[in-house]
């Protein structure tokens, strides 16, 4: 069954600097990868999904993950965090055996200081 | 193009009680799926529809049930509210062109439930 684990349950950072969340999966094929972003009271966002095809995504507001199918990870970074990306983050693999399930990390919640 | 829309956004109940949320897809998406979020339990998948069938549930109790409607707009029904059901319910559409599942979701603002 496919799982995954957000390293990290709060992550800080001082604005201006790079931003790492960390995530590792586990499944038994090659699985679609996602990450998300919620907003205090707000839904989630996708910020970038993988999907078996290059192995560095780019996804918006400056995000990227990079796949890594040897050592199972999928870690989310940012250059240089921006006071407006305080949130939670959750990595998030769809599920291969139950068709539109995904299946949700813990969540990182990220925190920026001026 | 509108996007995926919950209504209401805040409901507050009655233990004893029922319930109904309403999720309205991105038009043209086949998918919903729905999800609870506690901040003891995270995000947990409850259901998920598919041309009006349900082709997945989570492990939830027979007192969260579900529908889908011909032009994709879904429902989700919790009765005999219990005070552990108060959470912030998530609806989430996908185009899923194939059926096959794997491609992004979208989510709606959600619905928050309080049971008193």
């Known amino acids: 069954a496919q799982s995954v684990t957000q390293l990290d349950s709060h992550v800080s950072v001082s604005e201006g600097t790079p931003v790492l969340l960390r995530c590792n999966y586990s499944s038994s094929y090659s699985p679609s990868l996602f990450w998300y972003v919620q907003h205090p009271n707000k839904g989630l966002q996708l910020l970038l999904k993988?999907?078996?095809?290059?192995?560095l995504v780019k996804g918006i507001n400056g995000f990227e993950a990079e796949f890594k199918k040897s050592e199972t990870s999928f870690h989310l970074t940012k250059p240089s965090a921006h006071m407006s990306d305080a949130a939670e983050y959750f990595c998030v693999v769809s599920d291969l055996y139950n068709t539109g399930k995904l299946i949700f990390g813990q969540g990182t919640t990220l925190q920026v200081k001026p | 193009k509108a996007g995926v829309t919950q209504t209401p956004r805040y409901l507050i109940k009655t233990r004893g009680q029922q319930v109904t949320l309403s999720c309205s897809p991105i038009s043209g998406h086949r998918s919903v799926s729905w999800y609870q979020q506690t901040p003891g339990q995270g995000l947990q998948f409850l259901f998920e529809?598919?041309?009006?069938?349900?082709?997945n549930k989570g492990n939830f109790p027979g007192r969260f049930s579900g529908r889908q409607f011909s032009n994709s707009r879904s429902e989700m029904n919790v009765s005999t509210l219990e005070l552990g059901d108060s959470a912030l319910y998530l609806c989430?559409?996908?185009?899923?062109?194939?059926?096959?599942?794997?491609?992004?979701?979208?989510f709606g603002q959600g619905t928050r439930l309080t049971v008193v």
């Open positions: 989430a559409s996908s185009l899923d062109v194939t059926g096959g599942g794997g491609t992004e979701a979208f």
């Open positions: 529809y598919f041309s009006e069938t349900q082709r």
């Open positions: 993988y999907t078996s095809a290059a192995t």
